[in-house]
């Protein structure tokens, strides 16, 4: 069985960009942490609303498998507000001899969360020049 979930929270550890061996080919993983916090809305006593927290932040485990993943870990950073799509997956680990439960993302699309409020500004790179372009005939 296989659960795709989707995650909005915002970016935690450092990363960790490694090359392993899988299948007998060379592959280069990304490994982060989303930190996700639940909030419900609660009414104000003029008659409005705001959102609270419903709950401590919950961490996923991250692990994106594509060949984008350097350029990732340099473009993302720590505290970013951002949605993560992928399959979830659920590992345990022995610690002090109690088996701890672990919920991990196999991510496949990662998303700058543009609805927060938190993002200033997103720079872009300029565009490339005719001489930078190749002479195939896509146009794009």
């Not at 909030?39 to 927290?53: F, N, V, W």
């Amino acid at each position: 069985m296989s659960i795709f979930s989707t995650v909005r929270g915002n970016l935690g550890q450092n990363f960790s960009l490694k090359t392993i061996n899988r299948d007998g080919e060379p592959s280069t993983v990304l490994n982060f942490s989303v930190a996700s916090t639940r909030y419900k809305r609660q009414k104000t006593a003029d008659g409005g609303s705001r959102y609270e927290a419903a709950g401590p932040a919950e961490w996923i485990e991250c692990e994106y498998w594509n060949r984008q993943a350097p350029h990732l870990e340099k473009v993302l950073a720590k505290g970013m507000p951002v949605v993560v799509e992928g399959e979830e997956l659920i590992e345990f680990y022995e610690k002090d001899g109690q088996k701890i439960k672990v919920r991990k993302l196999r991510v496949e699309n990662i998303y700058l969360n543009l609805a927060s409020e938190r993002i200033e500004n997103v720079a872009l790179k300029p565009p490339r020049t005719a001489e930078g372009a190749d002479d195939g005939e896509t146009p794009f």
